[in-house]
């Protein structure tokens, strides 16, 4: 059985959200990491999937101090994103966040 991985970056993402990705298929995510790479300070991080009319966040307002980074799908956990629907980082501050998203996009028999 062959799988086709992906990932996806955003570097320096701010106040304004960034699009990490929107789903082609039915893709299953398997790794979401941001990290603050801002000089001096703590950020707050929003890591949200919109499926075109609602934002369903993973995670909301999460500190991330000077030099750290946050893992929101790790070991076991995985999610599923469905046609259309679109993750999106933003930061409390400007160019602050990269993010690194790894998904598996599709499993051939």
């Known amino acids: 059985m062959a799988q086709n991985f992906r990932r996806y970056i955003a570097r320096n993402t701010g106040t ?21 790479v801002h000089a ?15 934002d369903y966040y993973l995670i909301k307002s ?19 994103v469905d046609t259309g629907d679109i993750l999106k980082v933003v930061s409390s501050v400007a160019s602050s966040i990269d993010t690194w998203v790894s ?7």
């Open 40 to 54: 001096s300070s703590t950020v707050n991080v929003d890591v949200y999937i919109n499926d075109g009319s609602n």
């Open 16 to 36: 304004s959200p960034a699009t990490l990705f929107t789903a082609d298929s039915f893709d299953t995510v398997i790794g979401i990491r941001c990290a603050n």
């Open 62 to 80: 999460a500190p991330i101090p000077f030099g750290g980074s946050i893992e929101l799908v790790d070991g076991g956990a995985k999610f599923v």
């Open 103 to 109: 998904v598996v996009d599709a499993i051939s028999i």
